[in-house]
C-alpha cells in the first residue's frame, strides 16, 4: 500500500527555505527569471503562432482527405452512379490537396530559415531542430496518406480501362 508522504516533503523543504534565510536571493533569482522569460516569450511568440499555424493548415488536409476516402474506396468504383465523383471532382480534389501541401512544406522552410538566422543556446537550437522535425514528419504522413488515395484512384482507372 502506497503512503503518500507529500505533505512530509513540502514540510522539510519549507523548513530549509526558512533556516536558509536566502529570501533576497530568491526574489532576485525570480526577478532575473521572469525578464529572461518575457523577452524569450516575445521572440517565441512569433514563430509558436506561425508554427501552430502550420500544423493547424497540414491538420485540415489531414481531415479533409479522411473525409473523403470514401470516395476513394467505394466498392462499385467500376459502376458510374450520381454519388461518386467523376475523374474532373477527383482531379479537383487532388489539386486542392496538392496545393495545400506545397503551401505547407514552403512555409516550414520559409519558418525554418527565418529562425536559423538567429542565435539560439544549443538547448534551446536542438528543441527548434525537433520541432521542425516532427512537423515535416507530420506533413510527410499525410502526404504518404494522399498518396495511398491517389495510387487506389489510378490502380482503379487502370482497372476500368482493362473492362
Known sequence: MAIDLSKVFKANVKAIRLSSG???TDILNEQLLKKNLDKNKRQKDNFSKEAKNIIT?????????NENKRFY????YLIKSNESFND????????????????????????????FKQIYAPQQKHHLENVFYLMEKYLKDVC???SEQKAIRVKRMVDRKKL
Do not use: M, V, W
Not at 493548415?57 to 482527405?65: A, D, E, H, S, V
Not at 482531379?91 to 496538392?98: P, S
Open 22 to 24: 536566502d529570501d533576497k
Open 57 to 65: 493548415n497540414i491538420t485540415i488536409l489531414k481531415k479533409f482527405l
Open 73 to 76: 474506396l467505394q466498392p462499385n
Open 88 to 115: 474532373t471532382d477527383y482531379q479537383e480534389f487532388e489539386d486542392q490537396a496538392e496545393s495545400i501541401i506545397k503551401k505547407c512544406g514552403d512555409a516550414i522552410r520559409n519558418l525554418k530559415e527565418n529562425t
Open 144 to 146: 504518404k496518406l494522399y
